[in-house]
């Protein structure tokens, strides 16, 4: 599975089980609180969940949770809050794995060195919920956090400390503490007492007393609940009952003839069931007169025919047996488990049992009275009576009910409904996007994968077909194939057409992939190949040219492919292999078997090098791991089996070294080859858009097989081919890149030196991963972008947008319901099975009458029954039980769905119907050739294709708005109950996601669910995120020394999440913990560790769960800032009761509904999300929060979206330079925001950075001006002074940031000319800091930046090299760009209209329409151009005054015109001219 766990991207797992239930042989059972879920754990590792019904207890199987890689041996509930849905489950390798029982996403995984044999869920007194208190192959008991799975503390022995094999928490009566008692495996009695008060530091706790008894291998110890001083101890030979006081042996019984008793439970203070390892569950009634304590004497009757018979007296007497009537004997103990649950009061006990069979049975256990016993004792019995179960069922029967039986992936090749061939082997081959099959008997099949997925899955023209799609077949093995491997993908060093496979008939045979012939056999096992793989990259020349091949004679052979023939034979193993490292540099294949011994092969010459045994052994294996190239591998030492033996050894734990031997190869090592670290560089870098994947929970079954859609990788396939067709003229016209705007702006910043436009040119937009995709044939993305939106489609919803779908955009029905999947952590998936539908089913017969109209009648009255079925079932699950199944599936789809059509919608004319699709294609290539249309009908068909194309696209847009805005509702008028709505944390953190499409899609999503919500569901969500808010002083966001931490984790002030002192302990060990490896995974990975991080857990309502371990807690803040800054920036007026515009204060919001001792007091929440947000863009890059994240994306672009709202919060001149900081890289980057494909983390964030660049200025201009001014005056006076201060200016933003500055100053002339004519002084300081002073010696200003030169209020004098500038207050700036000098003139009283230089630059005539003056000015200088110089009025004429009506629009109001050198004609808007003379 490591393949596909490449990062949490937006993936979409669907799985084809075939008609074969999966294997699934029971290893344990557990019951949720509330009856709804029945959880059964395998030998194969994976996790059935059952759907029960709880009052008939009737059960459906429906998802399989897999990620385990050993048996799973205990389950625990994780919470005592009855509708918390978490278990935590514990396998045999050390893995232990919180799930999420609502959409099985795996919460928190960690693999430990120790195993347990039984957890028991406990609530301690002093703690919020429970602890795991666990025990197994290791002489503690670790007491543990359900959730993040951390040992918060042990409990260790004194006295002969050993095993505990059986362990039991209770709280005595009327007493605050708790008592663990525990069973050595030795048969030694201990006991601790905890009082809640112990955590990870303090010292280990000893027992506070211990005592030998007669009990060796105990399998459990139960305390009575109804009465404390009863003790049940079951081992394998007799179950005995101990007083608690002192241990001593009440009474004892021993086990049927050829059965073992694996454990029991009291049923009532003097009744006891237990059960035995055929699955037959014995009910005792244990003696009166041998118990013990206050309980028993008013419980039992002490009536006097009871006691009559002494002699049976004092023994527990047999009264009942569950059975189950005719049992064929088990192949390995059944798992038993006894639940007491209440139910409308009243109290229900059952015993369920899981087999090898994978049968689940259920008794409900009957309660006996007194009186129906003595019946019962009176008629002696040769055997007790007994009760069979009231449920049976299992996977087999589950799958059997299904007609039809559920798809598999090559159906079309069985005959009938009877399952075909199995198929034993499969691998995709993504470049020709084919299926490679092999099967049971020895052939090997090739099929293009996604039409073989379309024949099963979907409706259309192609099921009528007759051999479709068309397969090759390959016959070269006897007997099934076991393996297949296509070298080339995974390194390029291979031939293309080279596949290989190993069969049950020791061969290995070499293919031609194209021509289907069988070009070598390679003979050289003497046992079945189990697995075949690929040497890494720095062997030799020789040995790069060989596949590895491993059979089960132990052997392993290096085959070479060209050379046809066997390199190395590696064939003196005792033991099965299960792990094959490389030392390239040395020359040897290093081999680790099952008893720990470790072979070192030389490849060159095939020598035995030697053998190790032991901790040398151990240590050659860990030193592979640390080569170079393992920096990136995760845990390789972990999965690597042979440390479990060495662990195994330690601890003494021999089943476990067994297990692992008998698992050998099969799991074990496909686990940890794809992960080896060597592989790393094998390993495609660029995720593909479709992966399928075999899946078989035991190696006897035959495959199903899961397709991995992922999102991003399609969605970027897309595009580049579309992309790689336009030439950068195109891409500019379609306004994917402003390259040409830009570089325009950037060369006035720069001197007009020559090599300066060659750096402007560097075109770098193709080099995003532009052109890489050729080989690949456009149709397979877009068959694969058609069956994904089929099957994610909600069909049904909307009849008229379901007919655009089929006949406009080639969408097909899916035929029946899909099993989709869910990937979480570490590649955990939970996989919904088919048989889950059956229960829908049931609904559908209650609804059946209504909805069918006569027409449908007739044609459904022709088709088989099932058939008919199977399609309402369909219809139903598209339109309804689809969107009830979870909230991570209804986020993920519809995320899926909105980025697939936004995509489509931005190509041109893209739909998936052939005929329109290869139109298309040729409509490019004549565009590209003659854009000079030749005649008339050519001009025709462009229309047609535009109008075809308006359609198209107005198609993908309904698309997306009836998933994105109208599908809650129309769900849930289609009568749903319980809609399953999107995930807002969930889109909160794709909120910047890397790929634009899902990012656009996600706050799509988002900022409608928020609209949907209301103020009142608003206001919920901010209360609930609101704890989260990381909160900082303003003397925190100023200067941030390079080292600080991510904020995070820094002293967090989060009330609700830590008690009282601990806190401070929490954090700094998570300083350490939470990423200290990061530094080195940042190199080439885009994402920052943040993104990796699973998603949030989606809570129905908002509560809003304590985080469970620093790195959630982390994530939560991440999420809180990126949510309160969203509903900030788009609803920030109505947060506040609607009364000012930002938030007002905190006060008044919390009054109207708010619980009082909310946490952050009365501190504006507006006040600390800007703070957050501001930290985020200006916090120094530093291991925990790198230079360009995701994270830091979201702040910038929340900044720039809600920059009216944060403004009276934020240092606005240094969130404009942090955000100038960023644009300084963009020179020559510069596609737009929508451009579609992902670019480089830098240029993502200079992307946002200048896109709320432009948000901030248009929303605030006159901030954006005067901050910028600021910033330039401070900038000139260090310029002064630079020599002095020795500051280089080079590398200050507002040098660096020139062109961007420029460019925003440009923007607002263009969109606000009124307000910049108020601060036109700043504006014209700011653009004479960009401009590069060299353009304006040889041009006018008008010619340099034409966008001043609106302004009637400033003029340009190149033969003085003056700039004038009237301001607002009447004043005129003079710039001498000469000296670079500036001063100011008080010349009117209002603000001036107009001035203009006379041609000769000698006088300078001003205009103020509200003063109703005009006046002239001449600067003199001092002699020869020495001394200061001076401007002063030499004449002032009053002008007639200007009618009201057209002072309205003061830039066209009124020019200055000199007709010569000493005339000047003032020119009004209606059209006057007067003119004036010095």
Request: charged share 20%; proline share 5%.
């Amino acid at each position: 599975m490591s393949s596909m766990s490449a990062g949490t991207n937006l993936v979409v797992p669907v799985v084809l089980w075939g008609k074969t239930a999966p294997t699934h042989c029971i290893s344990c059972v557990f019951l949720s609180r509330d009856q709804r879920t029945l959880v059964t754990g395998c030998y194969d590792g994976q996790i059935c969940l059952w759907q029960v019904d709880p009052d008939t207890l009737k059960m459906t199987p429906r998802c399989l949770l897999v990620g385990h890689t050993a048996p799973v041996l205990c389950l625990s509930k994780a919470s005592i809050v009855l509708d918390n849905n978490f278990i935590v489950s514990s396998s045999e390798s050390g893995e232990m794995c919180t799930w999420d029982l609502v959409d099985g996403k795996c919460r928190e995984v960690v693999k430990l060195p120790y195993i347990h044999t039984s957890i028991q869920a406990y609530h301690m007194c002093g703690c919020d919920d429970v602890r795991l208190f666990c025990n197994g192959y290791y002489a503690e008991v670790l007491v543990m956090d359900p959730f993040s799975l951390e040992i918060v503390f042990t409990l260790a022995s004194r006295v002969n400390p050993d095993w505990i094999s059986a362990l039991h928490v209770l709280r005595p009566a009327k007493r605050k503490d708790d008592v663990v008692l525990g069973l050595t495996t030795t048969g030694t009695v201990k006991v601790w007492t905890l009082f809640g008060q112990e955590t990870k530091n303090s010292e280990p706790f000893y027992e506070n007393e211990s005592k030998q008894i007669r009990c060796l291998n105990a399998l459990s110890m139960t305390c009575c609940a109804y009465n404390q001083r009863t003790v049940l101890i079951v081992c394998s030979k007799y179950w005995q009952i101990y007083d608690a006081g002192d241990f001593s042996v009440l009474c004892s019984v021993i086990s049927p003839r050829g059965e073992r008793w694996l454990g029991g439970d009291f049923l009532a203070a003097d009744r006891v069931v237990v059960w035995s390892d055929e699955g037959r569950g014995y009910m005792y009634k244990l003696p009166a007169n041998k118990l013990k304590g206050k309980m028993v004497s008013s419980s039992i009757a002490d009536s006097k025919d009871f006691h009559s018979k002494s002699v049976e007296n004092d023994n527990p007497f047999l009264y009942c047996l569950l059975a189950v009537p005719s049992d064929k004997p088990l192949s390995c103990p059944p798992a038993m488990r006894y639940h007491v649950v209440s139910r409308q009061g009243k109290m229900y006990k059952y015993l369920i049992r899981g087999d090898s069979e994978g049968c689940v049975l259920v008794w409900n256990i009957p309660e006996v009275t007194n009186g129906q016993l003595a019946q019962i004792k009176q008629e002696d019995f040769a055997k007790p009576p007994a009760i069979p179960p009231t449920v049976l069922t299992s996977l087999v029967k589950a799958w059997a009910e299904m007609k039809p039986p559920p798809v598999g992936i090559l159906d079309q090749l069985d005959s009938g409904d009877q399952p075909g061939v199995r198929l034993t082997a499969s691998i995709y081959l993504p470049q020709q996007s084919r299926l490679v099959v092999g099967r049971e008997d020895g052939s090997v099949i090739i099929v293009p994968a996604t039409q073989t997925v379309m024949l099963q899955l979907l409706h259309g023209k192609h099921q009528q077909y007759d051999d479709w799609p068309p397969h090759q077949l390959l016959l070269g093995h006897a007997g099934r194939v076991n393996c297949l491997l296509y070298p080339h993908h995974l390194h390029q060093r291979y031939e293309k057409s080279h596949l290989v496979s190993g069969g049950v008939d020791f061969a290995v045979c070499l293919w031609d992939l194209y021509s289907g012939t069988l070009l070598h056999r390679f003979c050289v096992h003497a046992g079945e190949i189990t697995q075949l793989l690929v040497p890494p990259n720095s062997c030799s020349q020789r040995i790069q040219k060989c596949v590895c091949s491993i059979a089960s004679d132990h052997s392993v052979t290096l085959l070479g492919l060209t050379e046809r023939k066997c390199v190395v034979l590696a064939s003196r193993h005792l033991f099965p292999v299960v792990t094959i490292k490389w030392r390239p540099l040395d020359d040897f294949m290093i081999v680790g078997c099952s008893d720990g011994t470790v072979y070192v092969w030389q490849m060159e010459t095939g020598h035995l090098d030697r053998v190790l045994h032991g901790i040398s052994a151990e240590e050659v294996l860990y030193a592979c791991d640390e080569n170079p190239a393992a920096s990136s591998s995760g845990d390789v030492g972990l999965a690597n089996p042979a440390v479990h033996f060495f662990r195994g050894l330690r601890h003494r734990n021999l089943s476990a070294i067994r297990h692992a031997t008998q698992r050998g190869l099969h799991q074990l090592q496909q686990l940890h080859h794809a992960t080896n670290p060597d592989g790393s560089d094998q390993q495609k870098s660029r995720a593909l858009p479709l992966m399928i994947q075999g899946l078989r929970t035991n190696p006897k079954d035959p495959e199903s097989h899961i397709l991995v859609f992922d999102i991003e990788a399609l969605i970027v396939q897309l595009l580049t081919e579309e992309y790689s067709t336009m030439s950068p003229g195109t891409l500019e016209a379609q306004g994917l890149i402003n390259q040409a705007e830009y570089q325009k702006v950037a060369a006035l910043t720069q001197s007009a030196s020559p090599d300066a436009h060659k750096k402007i040119a560097g075109n770098e937009v193709g080099d995003q991963g532009g052109r890489k995709v050729r080989g690949l044939e456009t149709n397979t993305t877009m068959e694969i972008a058609q069956l994904l939106l089929s099957l994610l489609h909600a069909w049904g919803m909307d009849p008229d947008l379901d007919r655009v779908c089929e006949g406009k955009l080639g969408l097909l029905r899916p035929m029946v319901p899909v099993s989709f999947g869910v990937l979480s952590k570490g590649g955990y998936m939970s996989l919904l099975l088919p048989t889950w539908q059956a229960k829908c089913a049931n609904e559908l017969d209650a609804e059946k009458p209504a909805n069918t109209s006569g027409s449908a009648n007739s044609l459904e009255a022709d088709l088989p029954v099932e058939l008919v079925r199977l399609e309402r079932l369909t219809r139903l699950f598209t339109a309804r039980t689809h969107w009830e199944l979870s909230t991570t599936l209804t986020s993920n789809h519809l995320l899926a769905i909105i980025a697939m059509a936004n995509t489509l919608m931005s190509m041109n004319n893209a739909t998936f119907i052939p005929e329109q699709e290869r139109t298309r294609k040729l409509h490019r290539q004549s565009t590209r050739t003659a854009l000079n249309w030749a005649t008339k009908a050519e001009e025709e068909n462009e229309d047609l294709f535009t109008a075809q194309q308006a359609q198209i696209k107005q198609g993908w847009s309904l698309l997306a708005t009836l998933h994105c805005v109208l599908l809650p509702d129309k769900v849930v008028q289609a009568g749903s109950k319980n809609f399953k709505r999107p995930q807002v944390e969930m889109m909160a953190r794709r909120w910047q996601h890397q790929c634009l499409e899902v990012r656009e899609a996600a706050q799509a999503l988002l900022l409608a669910e928020l609209g949907r919500l209301g103020p009142k569901g608003r206001k919920a969500l901010v209360d609930s995120w609101a704890q989260f808010l990381p909160s900082y002083s303003s003397a925190d966001t100023l200067g941030f020394p390079p080292g600080t931490p991510q904020p995070s984790s820094q002293m967090l002030t989060v009330p609700s999440a830590q008690q009282g002192g601990s806190s401070q302990q929490t954090l700094s060990s998570g300083q350490q913990g939470s990423n200290g490896s990061a530094p080195g995974h940042q190199t080439e990975q885009p994402q920052h560790e943040d993104e990796d991080d699973d998603e949030e857990e989606g809570t129905e309502e908002y509560c809003v769960r304590k985080p469970w371990s620093v790195a959630e807690l982390k994530r939560k803040q991440t999420t809180a800032v990126v949510l309160l800054g969203v509903i900030g920036a788009e609803f920030g007026q109505d947060v506040s009761d609607g009364s000012t515009r930002r938030r007002a204060s905190e006060d008044q919001r919390r009054k109207s509904s708010v619980v009082e001792g909310f946490g952050i007091g009365n501190n504006n929440l507006a006040r600390l999300t800007s703070l957050a947000l501001t930290h985020l863009l200006l916090a120094a890059p530093s291991s925990r929060l790198p230079a360009h994240t995701p994270l830091r994306r979201a702040a910038i672009d929340l900044i720039g979206r809600g920059f009216t709202v944060w403004e009276p919060y934020l240092d606005v001149s240094k969130v404009l330079l942090g955000l100038l900081e960023l644009c300084c890289e963009a020179d020559k980057l510069m596609p737009s925001m929508t451009y579609g494909l992902p670019l480089t983390p830098a240029a993502d964030s200079c992307r946002t950075a200048r896109h709320a660049l432009t948000l901030i200025a248009t929303a605030r201009p006159a901030a954006f001006i005067t901050t910028m001014a600021r910033e330039v005056a401070r900038y000139n006076t260090l310029q002064q002074n630079a020599q002095a201060l020795n500051v280089n200016l080079s590398n200050s933003v507002l040098h660096r940031a020139k062109p961007e500055i420029l460019r925003g100053v440009e923007l607002l002339i263009d969109k606000m000319q009124n307000e910049m004519a108020d601060l036109l002084v700043e504006v014209v300081d700011i653009v004479l800091h960009c401009l590069d002073p060299g353009h304006l010696k040889v041009k006018g200003l008008a010619e340099v930046f034409p966008a001043i030169c609106r302004f009637n209020q400033v003029s340009h004098c190149p033969s003085t090299r003056r700039i004038a500038v009237g301001a607002k207050n009447g004043q005129v700036a003079l710039y001498e760009l000469r000296s670079q000098k500036c001063q100011m003139i008080h010349a009117h009283g209002a603000a001036i209209t107009a001035n203009t230089f006379s041609p000769d630059g000698k006088y300078l005539s001003t205009y103020s329409c509200h003063e109703n003056r005009l006046s002239f000015w001449q600067t003199s200088t001092g002699m020869f151009g020495l001394g200061n110089s001076q401007t002063r009025c030499i004449k002032s004429y009053s002008t007639a005054p200007i009618a009201d009506v057209s002072r309205l629009n003061p830039m066209r109001l009124a020019r200055l015109i000199w007709i010569n050198n000493r005339t000047v004609s003032l020119m009004l808007a209606d059209g006057s001219e007067t003119r004036f003379n010095v």
